[in-house]
């Protein structure tokens, strides 16, 4: 894969290659890469042309994100690369409980040092690294979005998270028109397959073989996994002659009549009269039905409209609406023999 095959991440107009280079081993010598090593490994990614560069701000306490920032400076590629950088886990400092986690606190905290050790003013893509389980995604989105509108970051996105916490915090950001999370950077390889279940529709389950070992964030957007949930969600049935499980509940419309069908209509009430409130404004008012009367199933939690019979009830029966402003008693036809 030629890393010049750019591609916007995400619903976004930033253009980035179809692979990152992924600095958590740079500054760790122990196990990962000497400064000599990590330095001919950004050139290399560098001069074959890739220009998406991810790192974070505990990637070895803090010396990756220093590494980078002394790479870039020294061959002049800020405005030529695409800067990513993370946050949300612990800033080591001992005693403050507020260096952590997806609070406000803590975000403008770790973008401060993340900007200074990589030596720039801004970063272009800030990712959410953790889900703390605590912060709400109203808090998360405000202020990142404020960032945003800084200057300080140009997008953001989400690292390990929930499907329905993504499509929640893009469905509010649509919803009220201000910055959203552009793409979620998701574990995924020949083991870890986890993504294929929640994350990622049956049809893009075969395009996720191009990248092996880890997918590329650029694949996923919060906004489109809203709009698939919403895509996959049953239509209403009103008027059809299917039918959906029993026990499932009837949503009721703007006339006041189920959009489903439950499947277990029409049914015969008892001999007793039964009372329920018309539909309307008008509630005070209700309809009596006689033990002919068609009812609505048990599991349906909506009025059914007032019914006029026009036939016998041993006959072919045909139900009508009965104008609002007549009275809910139904009425019987003269028989015919």
Same mark, same amino acid.
């Given at each position: 894969?030629?890393?010049t095959?750019?591609?916007?991440l995400?619903?976004?107009?930033?253009?980035?290659?179809?692979?990152?280079l992924?600095?958590?081993t740079?500054?760790t010598?122990?196990?990962?890469?000497?400064?000599?090593?990590?330095?001919?490994?950004?050139?290399?990614?560098?001069?074959?042309?890739?220009n998406?560069?991810?790192?974070a701000d505990?990637?070895s306490?803090?010396r990756?994100?220093e590494?980078?920032?002394?790479?870039?400076?020294?061959?002049?590629?800020?405005?030529q690369?695409?800067?990513?950088?993370?946050?949300?886990?612990h800033?080591?400092?001992?005693?403050n409980?507020?260096?952590?986690?997806?609070?406000?606190?803590?975000?403008?905290?770790?973008l401060?040092?993340?900007?200074?050790?990589?030596?720039?003013?801004?970063?272009?893509?800030?990712?959410?690294?953790?889900?703390?389980?605590?912060?709400?995604?109203e808090?998360?989105?405000?202020s990142?979005?404020?960032?945003?509108?800084?200057?300080?970051?140009?997008?953001?996105?989400?690292?390990?998270?929930?499907?329905?916490?993504?499509?929640?915090?893009?469905?509010?950001a649509?919803?009220?028109?201000?910055?959203?999370?552009?793409?979620?950077?998701?574990?995924?390889?020949?083991?870890?397959?986890?993504?294929?279940r929640?994350?990622?529709p049956?049809?893009?389950?075969?395009?996720?073989?191009?990248?092996?070992?880890?997918?590329?964030?650029?694949?996923?957007?919060?906004?489109?996994?809203?709009?698939?949930?919403r895509?996959?969600?049953?239509?209403?049935?009103?008027?059809?002659?299917?039918?959906?499980?029993?026990?499932?509940?009837?949503s009721?419309?703007?006339?006041?009549?189920?959009s489903?069908?439950?499947?277990?209509w029409?049914?015969?009430?008892?001999a007793?009269?039964?009372?329920?409130?018309?539909?309307?404004?008008?509630?005070?008012?209700?309809?009596y @039905?006689?033990?002919? /009367?068609p009812? +609505?199933? $048990?599991?349906?939690? &909506?009025?059914?409209? *007032?019914? %006029?019979?026009?036939?016998?009830?041993?006959?072919s029966? @045909?139900w009508?609406? /009965?104008?609002? +402003?007549? $009275?809910?008693t139904? &009425?019987?036809?003269? *028989?015919? %023999?």
């Open positions: 894969m030629s890393l095959a750019f591609r916007t995400g619903r976004s107009g930033l253009i980035v290659s179809p692979l990152a992924g600095t958590m740079f500054g010598p122990r196990w990962g890469a000497p400064d000599d090593v990590s330095h001919a490994i950004f050139d290399a990614y560098v001069d074959a042309g890739g998406f560069i991810d790192t505990v990637y306490g803090g990756s994100e590494m980078i920032g002394g790479y870039i400076a020294d061959r002049g590629l800020r405005d690369l695409v800067l990513a950088t993370k946050f949300a886990f800033g080591r400092e001992p005693g409980v507020n260096a952590a986690d997806n609070g406000r606190k803590n975000i403008h905290r770790a401060e040092g993340s900007l200074r050790r990589l030596r720039t003013d801004y970063i272009d893509l800030y990712w959410m690294h953790v889900w703390d389980r605590v912060t709400p995604v808090e998360v989105l405000q990142l979005g404020d960032l945003v509108r800084a200057g300080k970051i140009r997008y953001f996105g989400f690292s390990n998270v929930p499907a329905w916490y993504a499509a929640t915090a893009a469905t509010l649509t919803a009220h028109a201000i910055p959203g999370p552009i793409a979620l950077q998701l574990e995924y390889s020949l083991v870890e397959r986890a993504i294929e929640e994350h990622l049956p049809p893009a389950r075969a395009a996720s073989a191009s990248a092996p070992g880890a997918r590329s964030p650029a694949a996923f957007s919060p906004a489109n996994i809203a709009a698939r949930a895509a996959k969600a049953p239509p209403a049935m009103a008027g059809s002659t299917a039918t959906i499980p029993s026990g499932t509940r009837c009721p419309s703007a006339t006041g009549a189920c489903t069908l439950c499947g277990r029409p049914r015969r009430w008892a007793r009269r039964r009372r329920s409130p018309s539909p309307g404004p008008r509630r005070s008012r209700t309809s @039905r006689p033990s002919w /009367a009812a +609505s199933p $048990r599991s349906c939690t &909506t009025t059914w409209p *007032r019914w %006029r019979l026009t036939s016998p009830p041993h006959s029966r @045909r009508t609406r /009965a104008a609002r +402003s007549t $009275r809910p139904p &009425t019987l036809s003269s *028989r015919t %023999r």
